[in-house]
T-cell receptor
Framework: GQQLNQSPQSMFIQEGEDVSMNCTSSSIFNTWLWYKQDPGEGPVLLIA?????ELTSNGRLTAQFGITRKDSFLNISASIPSDVGIYFC?????????????FGQGTTLQVKP | DVKVTQSSRYLVKRTGEKVFLECVQDMDHENMFWYRQDPGLGLRLIYF?????MKEKGDIPEGYSVSREKKERFSLILESASTNQTSMYLCASSWGSGGYSYEQYFGPGTRLTVT
């Protein structure tokens, strides 16, 4: 089935550093979503993107919907300890759309105070 | 704020038991989804529903069934629980119509252990 390639798999950074992660696919998506999941909790929606080229911010987070509609990235600026968690991208296919999402495997972020 | 609630955070059941996981959303969403999440396998879609009494199989429906009698409630049923169904179960809901879905909002999850 369709897959999303999310990278990096994990990151260990110093507090205050900026973070960048991305997702790519061979398929075209009409929606890109970014979620954060804390241990033992459900994913929380961070940013939703609906148009190719769209750049959207949510506080220190910025995400972009790639022009080719096959990729998206998420940036976190000036990281803080509470940014720790697993970040997932998810895409909704534009062909045969049934509302199903394709998820990336996640990026585990650790922040050293 | 969108709120999706799940009936239990932690559940321990015995092999062969019938298990019901309940999910309720308070935003009048048309679409509801059940996923399971396992280390190394990510999120996998079990079943989804885009209307009351409608259901569609996801990627791993075997061993599960669902029920949606009311718009706000979506139940996942394990007819005869097995140890390989030990997992984190996540419910989600979204706006949409005609099978289209906007962003999905997740519940807190139910950690099910089958012994």
């Amino acid at each position: 089935g369709q897959q999303l390639n999310q990278s990096p798999q994990s990151m260990f950074i110093q507090e205050g550093e900026d973070v960048s992660m991305n997702c790519t696919s061979s398929s075209i998506f009409n929606t890109w979503l970014w979620y954060k999941q804390d241990p033992g909790e459900g994913p929380v929606l961070l940013i939703a993107l609906y148009k190719a080229g769209e750049l959207t911010s949510n506080g220190r987070l910025t995400a972009q919907f790639g022009i080719t509609r096959k990729d998206s990235f998420l940036n976190i600026s000036a990281s803080i300890p509470s940014d720790v968690g697993i970040y997932f991208c998810a895409g909704q296919l534009s062909v045969g759309n049934t509302g199903k999402l394709i998820f990336g495997q996640g990026t585990t972020l650790q922040v050293k105070p | 704020d969108v709120k999706v609630t799940q009936s239990s955070r932690y559940l321990v059941k015995r092999t062969g038991e019938k298990v019901f996981l309940e999910c309720v959303q308070d935003m009048d969403h048309e679409n509801m989804f059940w996923y399971r999440q396992d280390p190394g396998l990510g999120l996998r879609l079990i079943y989804f529903s885009y209307d009351v009494k409608m259901k569609e199989k996801g990627d791993i429906p075997e061993g599960y069934s669902v029920s949606r009698e009311k718009k706000e409630r979506f139940s996942l049923i394990l007819e005869s629980a097995s140890t390989n169904q030990t997992s984190m179960y996540l419910c989600a809901s979204s706006w949409g119509s005609g099978g289209y879905s906007y962003e999905q909002y997740f519940g807190p999850g139910t950690r099910l252990t089958v012994t």
